[in-house]
Structure formats: C-alpha cells, structure tokens
C-alpha cells in the first residue's frame, strides 16, 4: 500500500524522501519539536500538533485531573515549534489542532491555524472582550532560539528524550495502520458489491 500525506512515518528519512511522489507531503501530524523540524527540513507546507493528546498524556504520566495552563504542555509545545519556525523563517504552517479548553486555544492566539471544535468555537463566541495575540513572528524573531542541525541521530535522541512523544508515534502508526486495513476491507467489500459489466 502507498502511504498517504497522513501515513508517512514521523521521522526524518521519510520526511527527507517522502515516498508519495517526489514533491514533499503537504502535512504531517506532530507532537514535538524533533519531528517538527524534520518536517519544516523537508519542507512540508503544514504541521499540526495536537495540544490535547500531549495534554492527555502528561494529565494521564502524572495521574492529575487537570494540568494548569501556564504549565500545559501541550500548549508549550506549539508555542516551541511556532516561535522556532519563525524565528528561523521556514514557511511550515502550524495549526494547533484537538484541543481540550479554550484556555488551550486562546493561550495559541496568533498561531498560523487553529482548528477548533463547535463547543470550543460556541464557549469562546461567549467570552467577554477581545482575545489577545500570544504568538507572533515579530516576537519570535527577538527571541534567542538556536537554529538546529537534525540529522537521523539527533532526531531520535532528542524523540527519545521524549517519553510522550515515543508513546504517541508508536499508538499512532498502530492506529493508522489499523484503521488502513480497516478501509482496504471496506473498499474491497463495497468493489464486490458492483456488478460487473
């Protein structure tokens, strides 16, 4: 089977030589930094880290009911990835993505995208004043952040440093695999079911 832009394995080799075709994937989901830049070294045109499942995770790691917001790492890491692209001017889009508060969403003000879930979207439309910018390139930019060389053993150092981040990558290969099958199933299932002609 030909891997899709969403099945391309997180790590750089496929990120340097995608096997889709040869132009490079249009997006990639992330978690963290390492697999971000990877991906913005390819240049893939958009990234989309899930604030809520890094959140899930450290919640889960740490056996809390919540994790407060200046300490949200999902929110961190976005914020990492956000300021470093700007910083050293790669055109990868992030887009903030499965969010658990709108604290989470307004904490990102300024990201490149947001994708947001209808009651986030309703709680935030009844919010009082206006939400400020958090994120910018022009901030990015004053900020000290050191420009990364990631070649294949940095990037699984720096991943493996990550317990979240090794956790997530293998349940994600394993879901999209399944859920692969599950639609190479559906597809042959449903071609039997068309008469011939």
């Known amino acids: 089977m030909t891997p899709t832009e969403n099945q391309i394995e997180r790590t750089p080799r496929p990120a340097r030589a995608p096997a889709v075709d040869s132009d490079p994937p249009k997006s990639c989901g992330t978690t963290i930094v390492a697999q971000a ?7 893939v045109t958009l990234i989309s880290p899930f604030v809520g499942r890094i959140y899930d995770w450290h919640k889960q790691a740490r056996k809390v009911d919540d994790i407060p917001l200046e300490e949200d790492p999902g929110v961190a890491s976005v914020t990492r990835i956000y300021n470093y692209y700007k910083k050293h001017g790669y055109q990868t889009q992030v ?50 952040i050191a420009r990364i060389d990631l ?47």
């Open 151 to 197: 070649d294949e053993k940095s990037f699984r150092w720096m991943h493996n440093e990550d317990a979240m981040a090794t956790d997530k990558l293998a349940e994600g290969i394993r879901r999209f695999d399944a859920d692969a099958r599950k639609l190479e199933k559906l597809i042959t299932s449903l071609a039997a079911a068309v008469p011939a002609k």
């Open 37 to 43: 830049i990877a991906c913005a070294d390819a240049g």
């Open 95 to 144: 887009m903030g993505a499965s969010f658990r508060k709108a604290g989470q969403i307004v904490a990102l003000a300024g990201c490149d995208l947001l994708t947001i879930a209808p009651d986030l979207l309703d709680k935030l439309s009844q919010a009082e004043g206006e939400i400020p910018r958090r994120l910018s390139p022009e901030d990015a930019k004053k900020q000290n």
